[in-house]
């Protein structure tokens, strides 16, 4: 099956720097989502990319679609102590089995020291 | 209110036991989603329905079932717990869309502890 690969696993930075985290995939995805899950919630949705090269920002967020549609990436800026939390990347392959399904990466853990 | 709603929050029971965990949604959804989430390994597809009539196995759904009730309300059920479920659990839905790319909305999650 497709297989995500995430990294880093965790980051400890300070307030005020900026973060970057990557995936990687074993096979081309038509889609590339980021998440956000902050303690005891459900993962809630940063930013979609649906075309490659694509680069979508959401406020201090930049994510981008890579050409070979196998990565993304995504930044943020001049980090606050809210921006806590784990960060998944997830990718919808290409069809057949595919179809609608998400494939998750086991999540980049972001500690920001005030 | 949430859009989409899990229950129980939390659930500590024994080896053996039958449970159901519930999800239900406001959003108008037709596709909805179980995953297991586990500390390094992301979240992991279980069970999938993409309307009332469908039901479709994911990476891992061995030691589960599922039954949706109604447009709003997918369930999860492991008929006998095992400790290796323990997990955090989460419902996931997502509106219908052309090339299958609309983002899923997840619920807050059913921790579920099985000694």
């Known amino acids: 099956g497709q297989q995500l690969n995430q990294s880093p696993q965790s980051m400890f930075i300070q307030e005020g720097e900026d973060v970057s985290m990557n995936c990687t995939s074993s096979s081309i995805f038509n889609t590339w989502l980021w998440y956000k899950q902050d303690p005891g919630e459900g993962p809630v949705l940063l930013i979609a990319?649906?075309?490659?090269?694509e680069l979508t920002s959401n406020g201090r967020l930049t994510a981008q679609f890579g050409i070979t549609r196998k990565d993304s990436f995504l930044n943020i800026s001049a980090s606050i102590p809210s921006d806590v939390g784990i960060y998944f990347c997830?990718?919808?392959?290409?069809?057949?089995?595919?179809?609608?399904?998400?494939?998750f990466g086991q999540g980049t853990i972001l500690t920001v020291h005030p | 209110d949430a859009d989409v709603t899990q229950t129980p929050r939390n659930r500590i029971t024994k080896t053996g036991k039958r449970i159901m965990l519930e999800c239900s949604q406001t959003?108008?959804?037709?596709?909805m989603y179980w995953y297991r989430q586990d500390p390094g390994l992301g979240l992991r597809l279980i069970y999938y329905?993409?309307?009332?009539?469908?039901?479709n196995k994911g990476e891992i759904s061995d030691g589960y079932s599922v039954s949706r009730q109604a447009q709003a309300k997918f369930s999860l059920s492991l008929e006998s717990a095992i400790p290796n479920q323990t997990a955090l659990y989460f419902c996931?839905?997502?509106?219908?869309?052309?090339?299958?790319?609309?983002?899923?909305?997840f619920g807050d999650g059913t921790r579920l502890s099985i000694l």
């Open positions: 959003k108008g959804h037709d596709r």
């Open positions: 329905s993409f309307d009332v009539k469908d039901i």
């Open positions: 996931a839905t997502s509106e219908t869309g052309t090339g299958g790319n609309q983002p899923q909305h």
């Open positions: 997830a990718g919808r392959g290409t069809g057949g089995t595919s179809y609608g399904k998400l494939t």
């Open positions: 990319l649906y075309k490659a090269g």
